[in-house]
Structure formats: C-alpha cells, structure tokens
C-alpha cells in the first residue's frame, strides 16, 4: 500500500489483499465533518460505513489515463455538499493527497473538519516485521509534531532487532498539510470518537506506542459554489537535515504548492517517456484499449528494468 522502491519502504501497512479490505476503517484515508445547520450538528463521514445508510450519495472513482492519479468521490444529495480526495506522487515530495470540499447550496455552510491518514508506518520496519509482530511494533512508535511547520514525524523509538547491541532509529516517516488557515494537528486516532461527539480537540505533540495518524482540524465556511481546498503530503525514509530543510520551505516558501504540482507534472512526463521507450505510445478509435495498453505495457517495462 502506498511503498516507495518496496514493500519495506511503505507509508501504510503492506498486507495483502484480504487484509486491507479489512482494514479500510483504520488505515488511509479518513475524513469526519461536522456541518452546522440550525444550531445543530450533523456528522458525515464520507466513505466509511458509519455513514453508510445515513445520507442519500454517491460514490464515484477516477483514474487519469495515464494512471498516476487516482480520485474518490463521495456526493452528498441530502446536504448539497461533495468530497473529493486523490493521490498521486511526487519524486521529491512523495505522496500527496488533495482533498476538496464543494458547496452546491444556494447558501454558505460552516463545517467543522477533520482530514488525514491514519495507521502510519513508520521507518524501520519491515513487511515481514509488521505481519509477524505488529503490535511490538506500535511499542516501539513515536509520533511527534514540529509545530512551527506543522510536520508531523512518525519514528521507532529504536530500530527492532534480536541482537543485544545498540540500533538508532534515526530517519522518519513523515507527513505535512497545506492550504488550511491555523489548523489543529493530531498524531493519533485517540480523539476521533471525541470529535464525532462534538467535543473540542487538543493538539497532540508527542504520542508514544500508538498508531501513527496525521490529521488536520480546522472550522472552515463555504459560499455558496463554491469549494475548499487542502493538501496532504507525506513520505517515507526522511533525514534530520531533510526534515529541517522542508520545515525551512513550509515556513517560508510561498511557492511550495506550485513546485509540488510541477514535481507531479515532470513525474508524469518521465512516465510517458519511459513507456514510449517500450512502445507504450498508441493511438487507436478505442481510448480505453490505448489506455490498457500503456498500462500493461509500463508494467511490462518496470518488471525487466527497473
């Protein structure tokens, strides 16, 4: 799920296929909103099954042709409203998620947000060492905030091995959001329950032995047609200087969203150059065989090549 070079390289636990149906409540994507109507508040939590007979929806799912981005949607006909959320990649940023939240009311609308992924893997840990002892592997994690950038670090607090000599842990998993105005921040799913209540959140700065979650809490309001929208970036396999320089950027840099969309851009031309260099490139009357056909045969070339 989610790896970079490999199954020992994954932002979320790489188990088979099974498994992972299994876990769509717990790992991934999650998104819970509280739309103020009236002087109440009604919880929607799209693509999860506490919502499931709740609202009358419709779920959709894209995927470009050249498949390197794939999108969800969730369409809310009882509160006007529509939720989006992709994934695609970056070379030099890694995984990014951009959520959007579109207002199809005649009114504007007050919304309560909760956004992120959750079950975290951090780095250091095996695909072997997840499906074989997972839970002295949530004993040894780490979840920290840099509050100054908003980074979220997910870590062991030392690497696990069965010999009795000292083992670091000394690179992170990591995962940072853009686009939301003074967010609150979560490491954890701890307060989720709390948040589906109406509860108020506090910032979590440092969890020990639990899940790896990232999530951004904000009250955000919607004209009428309009949309918001927010990103979620994160990676696997990152340094203290690395940390430190990306701080430096979301701190300072205004132009780290167009950079980030550049980055895809270029990765999307790398990938239709690779392809073309083993005769991925058709053209026929049929567009979804072109499509098929650039898919299988990049997977052809990435099998004997990369």
């Keep these: 799920m989610l790896g970079r070079k490999n199954a020992d390289h994954a932002l979320f636990p790489y188990y088979t296929d099974d498994k992972i149906t299994e876990s769509a409540e717990n790992t991934g994507s999650k998104s819970v909103f509280l739309i103020k109507q009236d002087g109440h508040s009604l919880v929607w939590e799209p693509f999860s099954i506490r919502s499931a007979d709740k609202y009358k929806k419709q779920r959709n799912l894209y995927k470009s042709a050249y498949g390197n981005k794939i999108l969800f949607e969730e369409i809310n006909y009882d509160l006007n409203l529509t939720f989006q959320y992709q994934w695609t990649t970056s070379h030099s940023y890694g995984f ?85 105005e003074n967010p609150r921040y979560l490491l954890s799913t701890l307060q989720l329950d ?60 205004k132009h780290l969203v167009q950079k980030i969309n550049a980055d895809i851009e270029a990765g999307k031309e790398q990938l239709i150059q690779l392809n073309a260099a083993a005769d991925g490139l058709q053209l026929s009357k049929d567009t979804l065989k072109d499509t098929r056909h650039f898919a299988n045969s990049f997977q052809y070339y990435a099998r004997w090549n990369i």
């Design 96 to 180: 990014v998620k951009t959520s959007r939240l579109i207002n199809t009311n005649s009114t504007p609308i007050d919304i309560s947000m909760l956004d992120g992924i959750q079950n975290i893997v951090p780095y250091g840990v095996r695909s072997s060492t997840q499906n074989s002892v997972s839970n002295l592997v949530d004993a040894y994690k780490r979840n920290e905030l840099d509050k100054a950038s908003g980074i979220g670090i997910f870590a062991l607090s030392a690497i696990i091995v069965d010999k009795p000599e000292p083992s670091e842990s000394l690179k992170a998993s990591i995962a940072w959001s853009v686009g939301l």
């Design 194 to 253: 709390d948040f589906r209540k109406g509860f108020p959140l506090v910032e979590e700065t440092d969890i020990k032995a639990e899940k790896g979650a990232y999530f951004v809490n904000a009250d955000v309001s919607i004209s009428a047609g309009q949309t918001k929208e927010w990103i979620i970036v994160a990676n696997v396999n990152n340094s203290v200087s690395q940390l430190i320089a990306l701080s430096d950027s979301i701190r300072n840099d």
